[in-house]
């Protein structure tokens, strides 16, 4: 029992290529896969997700571990193997920084399994879901929910410097002009403020009184941290 507990632990079983080694690491490296996909759906099932991203995060703990099971005592090959299948996606689209945290995460848990210290990588994938949740449901370092990015075009012959204030002053504890910039060969221009919205209800009313002062040219809203975005135009 006790060396069957050393070889399981110290890796040493994953140096010998067996349809027994094999199997332990496909079906460890996809169950830690599987559990890595399920606390990343948990974690964005309010900001979309990708399925065949969710699929891929399966599909590489087994692949790297197969690799590094393959390549055997070559550790130096095996890493610089996995480490470019970890930037293949990264190639052709770019990623969203929580995204490249959870391929490296499903990335490494590979390695472990295919190393033979599968013990390990369940009990470092069990602690790293609880730590990632936590993040979650805490909102590490999030913004307010209220925050938004605000941006008005307006005609070259409005004077915006004060002209939007009293509005926003309405709708909005807080506002900042961050950035003004020259759109269309400068015959727009569009303004950006930071807002902290009053009662996010209020969007839509906020939304047609500026209308009313820029012309009724486009309106963008959107949040730091999403996608979502309101459009007027």
């Not at 610089?80 to 990264?90: E, H, I, Q, W, Y």
């Not at 470092?124 to 805490?138: D, E, R």
Request: a neutral charge; hydrophobic letters at 50%.
């Amino acid at each position: 029992m006790e060396d069957f507990l050393y070889n399981i632990t110290s890796g040493d079983w994953a140096t010998q290529l067996d349809w027994k080694s094999v199997l332990t690491v496909l079906v460890s490296a996809t169950v830690i896969g599987f559990i890595i996909s399920l606390v990343y759906l948990f974690t964005h099932k309010n900001e979309g997700y990708s399925q065949a991203f969710c699929v891929s995060l399966i599909l590489l703990s087994p692949i790297v571990g197969m690799v590094i099971l393959v390549i055997g005592n070559n550790v130096a090959t095996a890493f610089s193997l996995a480490g470019a299948f970890a930037l293949v996606r990264f190639r052709s689209a770019p990623g969203d920084p929580k995204d490249i945290a959870f391929v490296f995460l499903s990335v490494t848990m590979g390695l472990t399994c295919g190393l033979g210290h599968w013990l390990y990588a369940g009990i470092a994938v069990i602690v790293l879901s609880v730590v990632i949740l936590i993040l979650h449901f805490t909102n590490f370092a999030g913004r307010d929910k209220k925050r938004f990015e605000l941006k008005i075009t307006v005609p070259e012959t409005l004077n915006y410097a004060g002209a939007f204030d009293e509005t926003l002053k309405k709708y909005t504890t807080h506002f900042a002009m961050k950035r003004v910039k020259s759109v269309d060969f400068g015959a727009l221009f569009e303004i950006t403020f930071d807002i902290t919205m009053k009662d996010k209800n209020q969007i839509r009313e906020m939304l047609d009184d500026l209308r009313a002062l820029n012309g009724n040219l486009k309106i963008m809203l959107s949040t730091e941290t999403s996608n979502r975005s309101f459009h007027f135009q």
